[in-house]
């Protein structure tokens, strides 16, 4: 391959060992570094740190000299309005209550670290699920916790039976009438985790 032509009057620089590629074991260059003391030095620091800062203005506080005026054309700038509560007059409709989802009992039901209810309340809500079945000698749903097996099941157990009550009622549309039997029931009429 030719040499490209080199520019008459260039002179040429002598090759140094910064030029060469770089192998393994090669000395890295290191920048020499002079170390000085005294007044001078001291001055020749001053004096370049205040070459620094003559960089960069003082630094003014926001909205300082800076008039700010809001658009008036813009809504977003519009003069607000105080909202009222939603009304319920005659002719209006009233205001939606939360859709009951399985999601929303849960929180309900586990309200204040509760597990489920206590044995007769519990039972109660049990007795209003419809189409128990029994499957392979098991009811579906399980029956609730209650009697001798009361002190030997873990709340956390007790939590998961609950669930699937709560489940199964969903499953068979009666979710409703289980929450309105949940939200009648008192902080007494409930087993919680610290009560275990």
């Known amino acids: 391959m030719a040499k490209p032509p080199s520019k008459p009057g260039s002179p040429k620089r002598p090759r140094t060992a910064l ?22 030095a001291w001055a020749m620091f001053n004096e370049l ?36 509560l939603p009304s319920t007059k005659d002719g209006e409709r009233p205001v939606a209550a939360p859709k009951v989802t399985l999601d929303f009992v849960m929180v309900e039901a586990r309200r204040k670290n509760r597990v489920c209810p206590r044995p007769r309340r519990w ?50 549309g009666k979710l409703v009438e289980v929450f309105a039997l949940i939200q009648s029931l008192t902080e007494e009429e409930w087993f919680h985790m610290e009560d275990a």
Request: proline share 15%; glycine share 8%; with cysteine.
């Open 123 to 172: 039972q109660q809500l049990y007795d209003m699920l419809p189409n128990k079945q029994v499957v392979n000698g098991m009811p579906h749903p399980p029956a609730p916790i209650v009697g001798a097996a009361w002190n030997a099941v873990a709340p956390l157990g007790k939590r998961l039976c609950f669930r699937e009550h709560l489940e199964w009622a969903e499953k068979q």
């Open 49 to 84: 740190q205040d070459q620094q800062d003559r960089k960069f203005a003082d630094t003014v506080p926001g909205g300082v000299g800076i008039p700010f005026a809001p658009s008036t054309q813009d809504p977003a700038y519009a003069p607000t309005k105080p909202m009222g």
């Open 19 to 40: 030029d060469l590629p770089y192998e393994p074991g090669d000395l890295i260059p290191k920048p020499d570094v002079v170390e000085r003391s005294g007044d001078s």
